[in-house]
């Protein structure tokens, strides 16, 4: 054999060693590519999964809230959902505020101010039952934990300050519709309270209009007008839906 042949032999091996070499660099990274597209993919899907759940959480302790407001106002009119005239029940003496020992709505003009009395001695809330005086600086107590700083949420939803669904109207939810309805954990669930603003009938007298005959004429008897806040807070603990409404209740002229 002469060395020219031993030489190409030589250069032949080398060649190959280095080929088998960079094939496995190409196995090497095209299995790294594969394990990362399917992290990718896992991470993806499991982004998804939790926005969806996270969107029909929050979309459910929404109808809740306005299923809560509703309610509310049925309190407020004494009726049922179906608008008939609320019925008491003996064996459920909250529904239609029945007990004498439940705060009742004022009915005339002359007893807003006793029942505003009453209720600001109901420290630190100043809330009875759900009826409540306006409240006075900071609005969101549902987001103060520290009762240093204001009233929280945990002081204004105590069982004799706040009202549950249908705690007052009998209204029933079955928990397969909307367990957050449904709910009577501590902290759990939702409730509505309802602010007493007593109305100035001679406020909006400022003559600023000189006809006023395309003006609403509001018949409100007693003179009120009711805030409602209702919060629902969804089966995630992170899941909260606070809405609020001014309610006028009119009544027809004798």
Same mark, same amino acid.
């Given at each position: 054999?002469?060395?020219?042949? *031993? #030489?190409?032999?030589?250069?032949?091996?080398?060649?190959?060693?280095?080929?088998?070499?960079?094939?496995?660099?190409?196995?090497?990274?095209?299995?790294?590519?594969?394990?990362?597209?399917?992290?990718?993919?896992?991470?993806?899907?499991?982004?998804?999964?939790?926005?969806? #759940?996270?969107?029909?959480?929050?979309?459910?302790?929404?109808?809740?809230?306005?299923?809560?407001?509703?309610?509310?106002?049925?309190?407020?009119?004494?009726? $049922?959902?179906?608008?008939?005239?609320?019925? =008491?029940?003996?064996?459920? @003496?909250?529904?239609?505020?029945?007990?004498? =020992?439940?705060?009742?709505?004022? $009915?005339?003009?002359?007893?807003?101010?006793?029942?505003?009395?009453?209720?600001?001695?109901?420290?630190?809330?100043?809330?009875?039952?759900?009826?409540?005086?306006?409240?006075?600086?900071?609005?969101?107590?549902?987001?103060?934990?520290?009762?240093?700083?204001?009233?929280?949420?945990?002081?204004?939803? *105590? @069982?004799?300050?706040?009202?549950?669904? #249908?705690?007052?109207?009998?209204?029933?939810?079955?928990?397969?519709?909307?367990?957050?309805?449904?709910? /009577?954990?501590?902290?759990?669930?939702?409730?509505?309270?309802?602010?007493?603003?007593?109305?100035?009938?001679?406020?909006?007298?400022? #003559?600023?209009?000189?006809?006023?005959?395309?003006?609403?004429?509001?018949?409100? $008897? @007693? $003179?009120?007008?009711? /805030?409602? =806040? *209702?919060?629902?807070?969804?089966?995630?603990?992170?899941?909260?839906?606070?809405?609020?409404?001014?309610?006028?209740?009119?009544?027809?002229?004798?």
């Amino acid at each position: 054999m002469t060395a020219k042949a *031993a #030489g190409m032999r030589h250069a032949h091996t080398c060649a190959a060693r280095r080929q088998k070499g960079v094939a496995l660099f190409i196995v090497i990274t095209l299995v790294m590519l594969s394990m990362l597209l399917a992290l990718w993919a896992s991470r993806s899907a499991l982004f998804n999964e939790m926005f969806v #759940g996270n969107d029909a959480d929050y979309q459910r302790a929404l109808e809740a809230a306005q299923a809560l407001l509703q309610d509310a106002e049925l309190d407020i009119r004494g009726e $049922q959902a179906n608008g008939a005239a609320c019925i =008491t029940n003996s064996s459920q @003496p909250s529904v239609c505020r029945n007990a004498a =020992t439940i705060t009742q709505f004022p $009915q005339e003009t002359q007893q807003v101010g006793l029942l505003l009395a009453n209720l600001n001695r109901a420290t630190p809330t100043s809330c009875r039952d759900a009826l409540c005086t306006k409240r006075t600086g900071p609005q969101d107590f549902w987001n103060n934990v520290d009762e240093t700083k204001g009233i929280t949420l945990s002081q204004m939803t *105590a @069982p004799d300050v706040a009202a549950r669904y #249908g705690q007052f109207t009998g209204a029933i939810s079955e928990g397969k519709s909307n367990p957050i309805l449904a709910s /009577r954990e501590t902290g759990k669930g939702g409730w509505y309270w309802i602010e007493i603003l007593p109305y100035d009938a001679s406020a909006g007298n400022s #003559g600023l209009i000189a006809n006023d005959s395309p003006r609403l004429a509001l018949y409100m $008897q @007693p $003179q009120v007008i009711y /805030r409602i =806040t *209702a919060i629902a807070h969804g089966r995630k603990s992170g899941t909260q839906v606070v809405l609020q409404q001014t309610y006028v209740r009119q009544k027809r002229r004798d």
